[in-house]
């Protein structure tokens, strides 16, 4: 049987979204979501971390930067790198050709078939349009949550329109979508 991947957008989804984030220090983990990425993992699911990190692209800091603030994030919330079972950081700038900023599926599309992950099962979890986009693009489940942008009216509107479900955020996501309590 085929096991199910959530990917996992960063900043607003499972720490405080910071604009261009790149100083461990203003590192916050989201309440609850270090048990809630333990309980995925202890059901089974591989996780994937999948982050646009644009700044990279327009060189206001290194790729060092992104590596440092996700050490500090799992170091906060005292979970070891081998809870993501495959890391993708795309600093495209959004004016260069984009390989893997979202919403391209391709990280998705190659970890479902490198991890043969279950279509019908993965779920790609974010708090921006995008994240759930490169979603739709992959063919697999996708939620939106609320706890970085603002989920608005017309917002709420596209999800629906989309077959996306909104959630408080992450924790409340894998209860309501997954049903794993
Ligand atoms: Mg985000």
Known sequence: ???AGIFLDRDGTLISHVDYLHNPEEVFPLQGIAETLRALREAGYLLFLFTNQSGV??????MEAVHACNSRMLELMKLSP???????????RPDQPQIYRKPSPRFILESIE??????????????SW????????????????????????????????????????????????????
């Open 82 to 92: 081998d809870i993501f079972a495959d890391v993708c950081i795309a600093t495209e």
């Open 130 to 181: 995008s994240d759930v986009e490169a979603g739709l693009n992959a063919g697999i489940l996708s939620a939106l949550v609320e706890t970085g942008n603002p989920v608005d009216d017309d917002l709420r509107l596209k999800a629906a329109e989309h077959q996306v479900s909104v959630h408080s955020d992450l924790t409340a996501m894998v209860v309501e979508k997954l049903d794993l309590r």
């Open 114 to 127: 490198k991890f043969d992950l279950s279509l019908e099962k993965s779920c790609v979890v974010g708090d």
């Open 57 to 62: 692209g327009r060189e206001f800091f290194q």
């Open 1 to 3: 049987m085929s096991l």
